[in-house]
């Protein structure tokens, strides 16, 4: 061996050769130590963008499963329609088709503005009381002369009075009429087997003269004339 190291004229002695072989596996050991720790960020930044990418399609699954579940996107739909139509003020008429029907659910409220007014075509149905059946009528009935006869009928409401009947007749030109257009009140009671007398209180609301064979109190028989008074469109008939 040289009695030199190199071109450094480090003499070749034990403790010189023992100090360069020190020096070298540190040299050696803070090259790992760089390796090591550059393989460590590398690794790491691996992870980090494995996980940035795994966040990634996540989202982008979750996102896609909207656009593909029919349901969510009808729910979506309807919500925005239903907010649309919140925030929308209707001003006009509204008109249901021919053969329409409107519904309205039980314990429903329709309600009317102030000074709204609801119109009713085609007349308005009586219910203060009884209406003849079309067999009763028998609106197809015709005389040999095949005039076609206009159909009326009269309903009476009778209060039994004193010894015989007050009756109101309430009369309708036809079986379409929704009110009386003509009433008339009288007493009746009987006299005799097949025989009866007869007095007129009143026509159409307004009382009669008291006759002078009257035997009866006309004030209290007239209280006891059923006239037909309902409300129609805000006045009484």
Not at 95 to 120: F, H, N, S, W
Request: hydrophobic share 40%.
């Amino acid at each position: 061996m040289n009695a030199h190291v190199g071109d450094f004229a480090i003499p070749n002695t034990p403790p010189n050769a023992a100090m360069a072989a020190t020096v070298q596996r540190r040299i050696l050991a803070d090259a790992g130590y760089q390796r090591a720790k550059n393989a460590f960020w590398r690794m790491s930044g691996l992870g980090v963008f494995a996980v940035l990418a795994g966040v990634g399609i996540a989202i982008a699954a979750y996102g896609y499963s909207f656009v593909t579940d029919q349901r969510a996107a009808g729910d979506h739909i309807g919500q925005a329609i239903a907010d649309a139509l919140r925030s929308v003020k209707l001003d006009g008429t509204v008109k249901v088709a021919d053969g329409g029907i409107v519904k309205i659910e039980p314990g429903g409220t329709v309600r009317l503005e102030p000074g709204g007014i609801v119109r009713l075509e085609g007349g308005v149905t009586n219910t203060n009381g009884p209406r003849p059946t079309e067999q009763q009528i028998q609106p197809n009935a015709l005389p040999s002369s095949a005039v076609k006869p206009v159909t009326n009928f009269t309903i009476f409401k009778f209060i039994k009075w004193e010894k015989g009947d007050v009756v109101t007749g309430w009369s309708y030109a036809s079986s379409t009429d929704t009110k009386p257009n003509h009433q008339y009140c009288y007493y009746s009671y009987s006299t005799g087997e097949y025989v009866s007398a007869r007095f007129t209180l009143a026509s159409d609301g307004v009382p009669v003269a008291r006759g002078t064979d009257w035997d009866f109190d006309n004030v209290a028989a007239l209280s006891n004339c059923t006239w037909f008074n309902p409300v129609v469109e805000g006045r009484k008939t």
